[in-house]
C-alpha cells in the first residue's frame, strides 16, 4: 500500500486547498440532528412528554431580549434542512424561546435573521400574541448559529462571480444561447 506524500509546492497547494474547502463553519451541534429529534409541533401539543430532551429547532427571529443574565431569542420556528438551516419559505412551525447564556447583540440578531438552536428543553411559557395567549416551549440554548444573510452568500450559478446576462441552467457555460453561431447567426 503506498501512500500519497506531497513533494512540490503545487501539490502542498491543492492539499490545503482540498481540506480547507471541505472545511465547515457550522458547528456539528447545529449540523446534526439529535437522534429522537422532537418537532415542535409535538412538543407543543403535548410538552409534558418531551421535558428534558435534547432538541435542535431553528426560524427566523422574531424578537431578541437582553436580560441580566442571558439573551433569550424568540424565533417564529421552520423545518429544517439536512445541515440544520431553516428553510425560506416554508410554512412555520410554531414560536419557541432559546436561552442562551450570554450576551446578543440585538442589532446582530435582529428581527428575520435565521438562527438554530440546539438545547434542553426545559419549560413551556404562556405569553400573549396579539391578545391571544400563546404557549411557548422554553429552550435553554448549548448552541446556537446565526445563519448569513441572502446577500452575505456568495452569489452566481453555478460558479460565484459569473455574471453573464445569457448564463443559466438551461445554456451551460457557452457565452450566449446562440453559440457558436453568434447574435443574430453571422454568416
Known sequence: MRCFIPKTLPEWLLISLLLT????????????APADNPSLEAVRGNPADYLTRQVRWGGK??????RKDATWLTVLGAT???DGEPRSGEDDTGRFIAIVPEFLDPKVYAADRKVTVTGTLLRTETRLVGEFPYTYPVVQ?????????????SPG?????????????????????WYPYGYP???
Open 21 to 32: 474547502g471541505c472545511a465547515s463553519q457550522i458547528p456539528p451541534m447545529i449540523r446534526e
Open 61 to 66: 427571529l422574531i424578537e431578541t431580549e437582553n
Open 80 to 82: 429544517l434542512s439536512k
Open 141 to 153: 440554548a448549548q448552541s446556537w448559529y446565526l445563519w448569513p444573510r441572502e446577500s452575505e452568500m
Open 157 to 177: 450559478y453555478p460558479y460565484p462571480g459569473f455574471y453573464d446576462p445569457w448564463y443559466g441552467p438551461w445554456y451551460g457555460p457557452w457565452p450566449s444561447p
Open 185 to 187: 447567426y453571422w454568416r
